[in-house]
C-alpha cells in the first residue's frame, strides 16, 4: 500500500510541479535558515567535556572592595588572586586541582635559521592534564614535584611541535624560552574544547594555547600577565612581587569533586580558609564562595552570543512563515485534486487510507525540503564562517546529530503543515464532485 | 472609482468568509514577516550608527607593531627611543609614539577617576592610554582647551609602578561625565584623584578620543597619561602621510627586525584592518539580518502569488461570468487587488501588535533598544506594498480572461 501512495504522490507532485516547488523551496529555506542557527547555538552551549562536567568545578571566593561588588548584584570576582590561588593549590582538598594562568614569552627555535616567536602560555598545575582528559602525542604531563620544584619544563601543542621541532618526537629536548632553557616533557595531539571552557575570562571560543608550563614559574621567572587583570585596590609596593601580593585578580582555579560528600567537603573547606583570610584583615565583604560545575559557569558567563539567540529566535519565526506558507500551498493543491478524491471515496476508499495517501504526499515534500534545507544550512554555516572569520572558526560544522535532526524536524514540520489541508479534502462528500463532471 | 469600490467591498467579503482559511494564512504570513522584518530593521540600523561613530584617530593613516625583547642584553628603554627616532625620521612618516593599548582594538587599561579622594566614592571608568608629548599629531587630536604635553612632562613607567603622573589630559566626553554642572573649558585647572586619593591635574582637553572596548557604554570616555612604558612589549603607533601606508608598513616592520635581532617584531595592523576587526560581529549581523529580511518577503510575495494563482483558476468560470455580464477587464483587476489590500491590511495591523511584542521580548531580555515608532508605519505600507505587487501578475491574468469562458463548462 505504501508503495502505491508513494507512486501517487509522484504523479501528483509531478501534476502541479510549480507548486510542488515552491512548497519545497519553501521548507528548504525554513529549515536552511533555522538550521543554521541552531548549529551554531548548539555548538555555543555545547558541553565541552560531557563524561565530566558536572564533576569540575570553578572556584570563586569573594575578595573584592568592600564598597561594591565585583559586578552587579552581589557576584564574587570571575578570577583569584594569587595569593588565594598559591594557598588554595597549596591546601589541596581536592582529590584533584588545579590553579591557572595565561601569559606569553618568545620562543627562540634550536634551529638557528628559525625566527623567534612570541608565544601564548597556559601557566598550570600538572592535574590540569588529567583533570581536562588532554590527549597527549608524545611524552606525557610533569608531575607533582616538578610543580613544587618549579622546574623548568614545558609541554607543547601539535602545532608548536610541528613549527620548532618539525613533528619530530621532542621528549627530552630543551628549548629557549623567556630567555631560560626549558626541557620539553610532552607534545599535546589535537584539543580544541569548544567552548574553550577552562578560562572565558577573554572570550569562549579562543584556541588553546602553544605552550603549557608549571604555574609557579610565573614568580619565578617574572612572566606577564595575560587575560584580564582587575584591581580593586592598589598594590601596596611597586614590584613584581608586590602585584603577586596584591588584590588583584589575573588566575582561574578548577577542582575535580567526584560526588556530593567531597563537594560539601570542599566548600566547607573555603569557609573555613576565607574565615582564616578575614581574621588576617582580608575579604571585607561577606562570605560569597561559589563552586559551579563546567555547564553552570557557561551559564553564568553568557558563553552563547545574544546575537546568536537573536538569530535563532528570528530563524524560528522564519520557519513558521515558510510552514504556514506551505500550509496555504498544500490547501491550493489539495483542493485542486478534489474531483480525483471524490472519485476514488465514490469508487470505496476509506477516509483513513486518503488520509494516508495525502500524508505520504506531504512527507515526500517534507523529506525533499530537508535535505535541500541541509544543503541551504551548509551554505548558510559556510556564510556565517565567512562573515565572522576566526570568531566562529569552532562554530559552524554540522555533526550527524545535527543532520539527523534536520531530516526529523522537516518530516513533523511538513507533515503539522499537512494536517489541516489534509482533512479538509478528505471530508469532501463523494457525490458533491462527481455531479460539476 | 470611490463608488465602485464600496460596491465590490461586499462581494469581496462574502467570498473571503467562504475562503477563510487561506485569507487568514496569508494574513498571518504577512503579520509575522513585518514582525521580523521591523524588528530586524531595528537592530540593523542601531549597528549601522555604533559602526558610524568616530574613533577619532586618522585611521586611515595609521597602524601599529609591537616589539618584545627576549636576548639577555636587550635594553628596553634604548631601544624604545632608537627605535622612535628611526621611525619619525622615516620619509612619509608623519608622526608616531609608543602607546599601551589601541583605540578600539579590543584591549586596553582602564581606571577609574573620582573629584573627590576617598575608597568611598565612587569613579568614573576610562580608558588610559600612555603617550608622549606627539600624541596630537600621532592620533590627529585636537586639543580645544588647556595646555599640550611638553617633552618635559614624560616619564617611564616601570613594569609593576602603581603611582601616575601628576598631570593628565582628557577627552570632552571623560570632563563632561565627570563634573556634569561644568562647562568643559572650565574642567582644565582641576584636580580629580586616581588610585583612589592620589591627585591628578587636568591640563587639557581634546575633542574626542575612543576607548580601546567599542561594545562598552563609556566608550567616549579616554584619559591621556605623559609616559613611556617599560614593559615586556611595547607597541608603536604610526601615522602616515595621506596614502602611504601601504608603502609605510613593510618599511617599519623590516626597519624594526633589522636594528634590534633581540627581540620579535609581531602584531602589526593598520586601523583600518583593526576597526574591521572590531566590528566584524556587528558587521556580520547586518549581513545576516539582511538576508533573512529579503528571503523571507521572497518567501511571502511568493506565497501571495501561489494562492492568488490559485484562487483565479478556480475561478475563472466566475470571472467569464462577470465579463460577459458587462464587467471591464479594470474592474476584474480591482477586485483582486482590492481583495489582496484587504487581506494585507489585517496582516500588517496584526503584525504591527507582534513586531511590538517581539520589541519588548528582546529589550528585556536581551538588553535592546526600544523600537523606532517610524519603522511600524514604514513596514506596513512596504509589505501592504509588496502584497499588491505579488498579486499584480495572477490578478492581469484573470483580467484577461475571456467572457466566452462563461459558456464552457470546467
Known amino acids: ?267 566547607t573547606f573555603l569557609t573555613h580558609y576565607v574565615n582564616e583570610q578575614k581574621a588576617l584583615g582580608r575579604f571585607p565583604r561577606p562570605l560569597n564562595n561559589r563552586l559551579s560545575d563546567v555547564m553552570q559557569w557557561m551559564e553564568n558567563q553568557q558563553v552563547v552570543a545574544d546575537d546568536a539567540k537573536v538569530m535563532l529566535w528570528l530563524s524560528l519565526m522564519f520557519l513558521t512563515v515558510c510552514l504556514l506558507n506551505t500550509i496555504g500551498l498544500l490547501l491550493a493543491k489539495f483542493s485542486g485534486k478534489s474531483s480525483e478524491i471524490g472519485l476514488r471515496r465514490a469508487i470505496g476508499a476509506s477516509r483513513t487510507a486518503l488520509f494516508y495517501q495525502h500524508l505520504v504526499e506531504t512527507a515526500c515534500i517534507g523529506l525533499a525540503g530537508g535535505i535541500a534545507g541541509l544543503l541551504l544550512a551548509l551554505l548558510g554555516l559556510m556564510g556565517i564562517s565567512s562573515l565572522y572569520g576566526e570568531f566562529a572558526d569552532n562554530l559552524t560544522s554540522l555533526d550527524l546529530n545535527m543532520v539527523v535532526f534536520a531530516l526529523l524536524l522537516s518530516l513533523v514540520c511538513s507533515i503539522l503543515a499537512g494536517l489541516y489541508p489534509t482533512w479538509r479534502a478528505c471530508n469532501i462528500a463523494p457525490a458533491s464532485q462527481l455531479k460539476s463532471q | 472609482m470611490q463608488a465602485f469600490s464600496c460596491l465590490e467591498i461586499g462581494p469581496i467579503f462574502r467570498a473571503l468568509s467562504r475562503n477563510k482559511v487561506s485569507a487568514l494564512l496569508i494574513a498571518l504570513q504577512i503579520a509575522v514577516t513585518l514582525c521580523i522584518v521591523v524588528n530586524a530593521v531595528h537592530i540593523l540600523l542601531e549597528r549601522r550608527a555604533q559602526m558610524a561613530r568616530d574613533s577619532g584617530i586618522d585611521e586611515a593613516n595609521s597602524f601599529y607593531i609591537s616589539s618584545t625583547g627576549f636576548a639577555a642584553d636587550f635594553n628596553q628603554q634604548v631601544t624604545i627611543q632608537t627605535d622612535l627616532d628611526a621611525i619619525r625620521a622615516l620619509p612619509g612618516v608623519k608622526d608616531a609614539m609608543q602607546i599601551n593599548a589601541i583605540p578600539i582594538s579590543g584591549g586596553g587599561w582602564s581606571m577609574g577617576l573620582q573629584t573627590q579622594p576617598g575608597t568611598e566614592f565612587d569613579g568614573v571608568g576610562t580608558a588610559v592610554y600612555m603617550v608622549d608629548e606627539h600624541v596630537l599629531q600621532t592620533l590627529d587630536l585636537e586639543l580645544i582647551a588647556g595646555q599640550p604635553f611638553q617633552d618635559t612632562d614624560i616619564r617611564w613607567r616601570q613594569g609593576t609602578q602603581r603611582d601616575w603622573p601628576a598631570q593628565t589630559i582628557v577627552t570632552k566626553a571623560l570632563a563632561e561625565n565627570l563634573f556634569p554642572d561644568a562647562q568643559y573649558q572650565d574642567v582644565v585647572g582641576k584636580t580629580v584623584y586616581i588610585n583612589d586619593d592620589e591627585p591628578i591635574l587636568i591640563q587639557g582637553i581634546v575633542d574626542k578620543l575612543q576607548a580601546p572596548w567599542v561594545g562598552w557604554n563609556r566608550v567616549e570616555n579616554a584619559m591621556l597619561s605623559p609616559e613611556k612604558t617599560l614593559f615586556s612589549t611595547s607597541t608603536y603607533i604610526i601615522r602616515t602621510e595621506p596614502g602611504r601606508l601601504d608603502e609605510l608598513m613593510p618599511k617599519v616592520e623590516q626597519l624594526l627586525a633589522d636594528s634590534n635581532k633581540g627581540r620579535v617584531v609581531r602584531g602589526m595592523r593598520s586601523m583600518n584592518e583593526t576597526r574591521e576587526r572590531s566590528y566584524r560581529r556587528d558587521q556580520a549581523m547586518i549581513k545576516v539580518l539582511s538576508t533573512v529580511m529579503i528571503t523571507l518577503t521572497l518567501v511571502t510575495a511568493l506565497g501571495i502569488v501561489g494562492l492568488a494563482s490559485f484562487s483565479v483558476n478556480r475561478r475563472r468560470k466566475q470571472i467569464g461570468t462577470r465579463r460577459a455580464l458587462g464587467a471591464s477587464q479594470g474592474s476584474i483587476l480591482r477586485y483582486f487587488m482590492l481583495e489582496n489590500f484587504i487581506i494585507s491590511s489585517v496582516g500588517v495591523l496584526l503584525g504591527a501588535l507582534l513586531s511590538l511584542g517581539l520589541n519588548v521580548v528582546l529589550v528585556e531580555s536581551l538588553g535592546l533598544t526600544r523600537l523606532h515608532w517610524y519603522l511600524l508605519p514604514i513596514g506596513m505600507l512596504a509589505l501592504c506594498l509588496v502584497g499588491l505587487l505579488a498579486v499584480l501578475g495572477p490578478a492581469k491574468r484573470a483580467a484577461a480572461i475571456s467572457p466566452a469562458m462563461a459558456t464552457r463548462t470546467v
Open chain 1, 1 to 267: 500500500m505504501f508503495s502505491y501512495y508513494l507512486r501517487l504522490a509522484y504523479l501528483s507532485i509531478r501534476r502541479n510541479p510549480i507548486l510542488s516547488a515552491l512548497m519545497v523551496a519553501a521548507i528548504a529555506l525554513g529549515i536552511g535558515a533555522s538550521m543554521t542557527t541552531i548549529t551554531v547555538n548548539y555548538l555555543m552551549s555545547a558541553n565541552p567535556i560531557p563524561h565530566k562536567s558536572q564533576q569540575l568545578f570553578y572556584v570563586q571566593v569573594d575578595s573584592w572592595d568592600p564598597n561594591e561588588p565585583a559586578e552587579e548584584p552581589n557576584e564574587p570576582p570571575d578570577q583569584l588572586t594569587w595569593t588565594d590561588a598559591t594557598n588554595l593549590m597549596a591546601a589541596q582538598k581536592a582529590p584533584r586541582q588545579a590553579a591557572m594562568a595565561s601569559s606569553a614569552a618568545v620562543v627562540e627555535p634550536p634551529d638557528q635559521d628559525a625566527k623567534p616567536f612570541n608565544a601564548g602560555i597556559r601557566l598550570t598545575f600538572s592535574d590540569f592534564f588529567s583533570m581536562f582528559d588532554t590527549p597527549f602525542l608524545y611524552g606525557g604531563p610533569w608531575d607533582a614535584q616538578q610543580d613544587a620544584n618549579k622546574e623548568q619544563v614545558v609541554i607543547l601543542s601539535r602545532e608548536t611541535n610541528d613549527k620548532v621541532f618539525g613533528g619530530e618526537n621532542p621528549v627530552g629536548r630543551s628549548l629557549r624560552i623567556a630567555g631560560r632553557q626549558f626541557t620539553v616533557v610532552g607534545v599535546l595531539a589535537d584539543w580544541q574544547p569548544v567552548p574553550r571552557f577552562y578560562d572565558v575570562t577573554t572570550g569562549a571560543f579562543h584556541e588553546t594555547e602553544e605552550l603549557f608550563m608549571p604555574f609557579l614559574l610565573k614568580q619565578a621567572l617574572q612572566l606577564p600577565n595575560g587575560g584580564n587583570t582587575s584591581c580593586w585596590k592598589t598594590p601596596e609596593e611597586d614590584s613584581f612581587e608586590g602585584f603577586l601580593r596584591s588584590e588583584c585578580v589575573n588566575y582561574q582555579m578548577w577542582v575535580e569533586l567526584p560526588d556530593t560528600q567531597t563537594k560539601q567537603d570542599y566548600l
